[in-house]
Each structure stands twice: as structure tokens, then as C-alpha cells.
T-cell receptor
Framework: DAKTTQPPSMDCAEGRAANLPCNHS???????VYWYRQIHSQGPQYIIH???NNETNEMASLIITEDRKSSTLILPHATLRDTAVYYC?????????????FGTGTKLQVIP | DSGVTQTPKHLITATGQRVTLRCSPR?????VYWYQQSLDQGLQFLIQ???????AKGNILERFSAQQFPDLHSELNLSSLELGDSALYFC????????????FGQGTRLTVV
């Protein structure tokens, strides 16, 4: 199963776009990219997922490169409540989460 | 609110003891996953159940066991507790095995003293 690489931490000014990168160079054709976030010590929260097309929902946008080896999660107007650890994971379409590795993610600090 | 309920929220116990953590998945979800998160660590997958059957095991210690009951709630049993077992324990549920997101509970913080 593919693993992901994320920067350990990032800062973003409040109101600006937060762009969180993720490298998944060994991703397979049937694997999706998922993003979750964990605010303080709460349970992780699902944000968005995609296969190869860009995706947008009410929380964020997901940009996946054409070769699918990396992606970027975009929070268009970061607020203080977006301060959290963001996890990028990959998982196969027909698989569960048992082989998913939640690494240490990117700690995003939104600054007033 | 994710719809996944975990009890208790906090648990303090002594070394050598046994505890049971409970998880009620979202209505309709058949898969339950258990994770351990030690201080400043990522989430470590422990075990998965699907519709009452054990489906996958991760790095779960032999002192730990779990089960999923007919009403789909799940319990994680931790025995002969050690100081190093102190951690956040999360339960997550999903509808099934295919392309669905998982919903996490708020966790149980276990402190072993």
C-alpha cells in the first residue's frame, strides 16, 4: 500500500488560503487520496477524497496532479478553527482502512 | 458530532488492571475500526470488525482483544495494563469496505498509573 509524505508543520495567516501538500509517489491506480484532520485530541474528521480529478466540497478543495504522485489540500479562507493536524492517506477503492497508515500529518497553525 | 459514540471519555487505572472500552458505530455502519494514538504519535491501527466478524488485525498486542456484538457495537478489552498503554483510543466506523469515508468517535483517554 502506498505511503504518504507530508511536511511536519505549516503556518498560515487567518483569512488566507492554506495549501497543504502531500506526496504519494507510490500510489496505485485503484487507490484514492483521502484527507482527514484532527483538532487537538479530538477524533479525526473526514475532509475530502479524490481519485484523479480535482474535488471541492464545503470544507476544502483537493488538487491531484496528473501523474497522481502528489496532491494539495486547499482551505480557501483559513480560520483559527482550522488549526489542526492534517492527515493525507491513500486507500484502495475496495479496501477498508485496515492497511491505511495515518502518519504524523502536517500540523497547521493558523495565525491571527 | 460524527455519530460514533465512545465511552468512557476518560479512564484512569493502575498497572496490571483490565479495562473495557466501548464503541457504538453510526447507525447503519457495519465496519468498526480501533486505533491507538500515543502522545504526539500518529494513529496506529489495531483491529477491524465487519458485521460481527474480525476482518483485519494490525499491531494489536496479545493482551488486547476486541469483539463486535450483534447490535454492531464493539468493545476493546485491554488487560495486564502497563504504563506504556496510556494513550488515546479511537473507534471509527464506516458503511462497508468500499469507497467510503470513516467516521471517528471522540476517543477514550486511558491513563495507566
Amino acid at each position: 500500500d502506498a505511503k504518504t509524505t507530508q511536511p511536519p508543520s505549516m503556518d498560515c495567516a487567518e483569512g488566507r488560503a492554506a495549501n497543504l501538500p502531500c506526496n504519494h509517489s507510490t500510489i496505485s491506480g485503484n487507490e484514492y487520496v483521502y484527507w482527514y484532520r484532527q483538532i487537538h485530541s479530538q477524533g479525526p474528521q473526514y475532509i475530502i477524497h479524490g481519485l484523479k480529478n480535482n474535488e471541492t466540497n464545503e470544507m476544502a478543495s483537493l488538487i491531484i496532479t496528473e501523474d497522481r504522485k502528489s496532491s494539495t489540500l486547499i482551505l480557501p479562507h483559513a480560520t483559527l478553527r482550522d488549526t489542526a493536524v492534517y492527515y493525507c492517506i491513500v486507500r484502495p477503492y475496495s479496501g477498508g482502512y485496515q492497511k491505511v497508515t495515518f502518519g504524523t500529518g502536517t500540523k497547521l497553525q493558523v495565525i491571527p | 458530532d460524527s455519530g460514533v459514540t465512545q465511552t468512557p471519555k476518560h479512564l484512569i487505572t493502575a498497572t496490571g488492571q483490565r479495562v473495557t472500552l466501548r464503541c457504538s458505530p453510526r447507525s447503519g455502519d457495519l465496519s468498526v475500526y480501533w486505533y491507538q494514538q500515543s502522545l504526539d504519535q500518529g494513529l496506529q491501527f489495531l483491529i477491524q470488525y465487519y458485521n460481527g466478524e474480525e476482518r483485519a488485525k494490525g499491531n494489536i498486542l496479545e493482551r488486547f482483544s476486541a469483539q463486535q456484538f450483534p447490535d454492531l457495537h464493539s468493545e476493546l478489552n485491554l488487560s495486564s495494563l502497563e504504563l506504556g498503554d496510556s494513550a488515546l483510543y479511537f473507534c471509527a466506523s464506516s458503511v462497508g469496505q468500499t469507497n467510503t469515508e470513516a467516521f471517528f468517535g471522540q476517543g477514550t483517554r486511558l491513563t495507566v498509573v
